[in-house]
């Protein structure tokens, strides 16, 4: 029995031990895995959409919108209420305008718009 745990201890002491030298040779730098997720969070966290304006709540910092695809979230078309950040201007904004926005992911799990610009008319 003591021979099996020492086995088992000797086996994840060198598994162990692997993933520290795998870190030490990449020198402080991220490894392909880790860019990897990375980008995936940065996917995940900022995207940028585009869609057509129904109501603007300034005092709730909301936005109603019908919204094109938004792939990067694997959402279909669809109306909804977006929130916005604070320090986003809803001032130009009305029902009909066009709108091209960028949304953030917040730590609350929700997703906010935190860049808006009207499209221009071609």
Known sequence: MNKILFTAAIAVAMTSSQGTFAKEQSGGHHTDHEMAHSQHETVK??????????????????????????????????????????GVELKDLKPGDKISFDLKLGDDKVYRIIRVEKMIAH
């Open 45 to 86: 966290n900022s995207v940028s959409g585009t869609g057509t304006i129904h109501r603007v709540s300034r005092f709730k910092r909301k936005i109603n919108l019908t919204h094109a695809p938004i792939p990067a979230l694997d959402w279909p078309e669809m109306r909804m209420d977006l929130e916005v950040a604070e």
